[in-house]
Each structure stands twice: as structure tokens, then as C-alpha cells.
């Protein structure tokens, strides 16, 4: 990606966490591609009293940003939580522009994450087959595979896609319970490697108010996939706590991507190796946590009994 032309603009979403915003932005601004680059920040109303004053320092270091091509900000007076202000966001960006790079405020990105999303969205915009382009990937091993892999599997940390895909997003989880049958959900489970379609569920009862698992059911009914970097262009740095659906977790330490030269050429079908991969680590994630919700069940019991 070389022409300034062919620079897809960047959907950036902000809400009450100037630290983390600042640290999104300082990243995001030292990319390659930065000056290049249209950027348009929606910056999500107050809850209520309390985050009035953390989303005013949003709003006023958004209005200092420089270094881009141009910035557009976009400041609801009202909240309309995470969920709806992306799909609200990222519809109206898209259908204005063709393409969009999306980034929430505790993304952090390396210097070449927009180089890779324009020459992906620019290699793949012709392709059907392929529905959404991610920046971040699990912490797999890279070795013997390729730097890029194909699967049905959408990451939204660090992510882009097109028009003509996106126009066919749908949140529908009434729908999805009652018209998927079991084996369709293991499939979206990584043959039951991780439980994503518990968002769903989670979702339908009120208990989350989520966007993402759709993105992904969406390109899951349509048979779409999903580029993926083997190592991350993206380091989530929100796992503290701070989030809407978020509980505190050690910051990431990923390893970014540093020497990106370019998209090696790819068969656009689903890559069973790195998927094999990503399987193995989510099961032994799943193992970790039972691991340690059976100890804490049994430290809690051991407390009320007095011992």
C-alpha cells in the first residue's frame, strides 16, 4: 500500500479512559501509514455523573490529535454503550468509504498494523471468501507456519472489513438460539475448544450487551473467512479492570509484529495447522480456569466451615 488514495480511513471508539486513549493514539499516530490516513473518533456520552469528568478529558485530548490526514470527531451527548456506538460507527464510516480499519481506545498498534490492514483490504477486496481482516491473534507458536493464515474465527482487536460485507451484520440472538442445532454451535465453538457462543446466550438474557459475536456469527452463517496474522499487529492494554464487559487480567505481553514486508501469497481456504494451534491453546485456557475456579470453590468452602 503505497498510494495515499488507497489509505482505508480508521474508526476509533472512545468512551471514559483517557490514559488509555492516549496510549492508542500515540501508537496508532507513529504508524507508517498515519499520515495517510483519515481518522474519525466517536467519543460515547456519559453514563451518568460519575464519568462526566473522565469523558471530558476524552473529548479534549481527541481534539489535540494531529498526524493523520485529517480527524473527525464524533461526540454523542447521550451514552449508547459499546455495543451501538460500533455498529452505528463502523456502518456509517463503511458505507461512506467502502472500507474501514477499526480500533477501540486500549488497542495498541504496531508501526506497521495500518500497512498490513490497507494491504490486506486492498489484496482481498474482490475475494468473497474473505470477510474480515484481524490485527491480533492468540498466543500461538510460529513456528513451521505461516505469517498469515485463513479461518472463520473473527478477532476484533485491530480489525477491518468492507461494505459489502459488513452490510450484511445482523444481531439476532433470539434467532440464533432457536435455529442452530447443536452440531452448528460446536463447529462455532472450535469443536467445543471455547465457549463463544455462551456470548450469545448472554446477550439474548440481558446479562451482556455484546456486538462482536455477531460480526463473527455473521461470517459463520455466510460461510466468510478471516485473515489472521500468526503474530499480533495489536496488544489489547484494557485487561485492568477498566472496561464495560472486561475483568481484571495482566496486561498482554505480546511480542508485536516488527518486520512486516508485505502479504506473502495465500490459499484463501481455512489453514488446519495454525488452527490446530489456536484450538490446543484455547482448550488449555478453558483447563486453567476450571483449574482455578475448583480451587477458589473449595478455598471459599473451606472458609465458611471455619478452617
Not at 63 to 73: D, E, K, N
Not at 150 to 179: I, S
Not at 280 to 289: F, Y
Request: glycine share 6%; charged share 25%.
Amino acid at each position: 500500500m503505497s498510494a495515499a488514495a488507497s489509505s482505508a480511513p480508521v474508526a476509533l471508539f472512545f468512551f471514559n479512559r483517557p490514559e488509555h486513549a492516549r496510549r492508542t493514539l500515540e501508537a496508532l499516530v507513529r504508524n507508517d501509514a498515519a499520515i495517510q490516513t483519515d481518522v474519525f473518533i466517536y467519543c460515547d456520552g456519559p453514563r451518568d455523573e460519575r464519568d462526566k469528568a473522565e469523558v471530558g478529558r476524552v473529548r479534549t485530548l481527541a481534539a489535540t490529535v494531529t498526524g493523520f490526514r485529517s480527524v473527525h470527531i464524533v461526540c454523542e451527548e447521550t451514552n449508547l454503550g459499546l455495543s451501538q456506538s460500533i455498529i452505528r460507527g463502523v456502518t456509517e464510516v463503511v458505507e461512506q468509504h467502502g472500507r474501514v480499519i477499526v480500533v477501540e481506545d486500549d488497542i495498541v498498534t504496531a508501526r506497521s498494523f495500518l500497512t498490513y490492514m490497507n494491504d490486506a483490504l486492498e489484496r482481498y477486496a474482490d475475494e468473497p471468501r474473505v470477510w474480515h481482516i484481524s490485527g491480533w491473534n492468540y498466543p500461538i507458536s510460529s513456528k513451521d507456519i505461516a505469517p498469515f493464515f485463513f479461518w472463520q474465527v473473527m478477532n476484533c482487536w485491530g480489525w477491518a472489513t468492507w461494505a459489502d460485507r459488513w452490510t450484511h451484520y445482523r444481531k439476532e440472538p433470539a434467532r440464533l438460539l432457536r435455529d442452530w442445532s447443536d452440531e452448528r454451535i460446536r463447529a462455532f465453538n472450535l469443536d467445543g475448544a471455547c465457549d463463544f457462543f455462551a456470548q450469545v446466550r448472554d446477550t439474548a438474557s440481558g446479562q451482556i450487551d455484546t456486538w462482536d459475536i455477531f460480526w463473527y456469527a455473521t461470517i459463520f452463517e455466510n460461510e466468510g473467512l478471516c485473515l489472521n496474522p500468526t503474530r499480533s499487529f495489536a496488544r489489547n492494554i484494557g485487561l485492568d479492570g477498566t472496561g464495560i464487559h472486561g475483568e481484571q487480567r495482566r496486561e498482554q505481553e505480546i511480542d508485536l509484529y516488527r518486520a512486516y514486508e508485505g502479504l506473502p501469497k495465500l490459499q484463501v481456504t481455512p489453514n488446519a495447522e495454525a488452527i490446530s494451534r489456536v484450538r490446543a491453546h484455547l482448550r488449555s485456557q478453558r483447563s486453567i480456569g476450571f483449574r482455578l475456579s475448583r480451587r477458589l470453590d473449595q478455598l471459599i468452602h473451606r472458609l465458611s466451615r471455619g478452617r
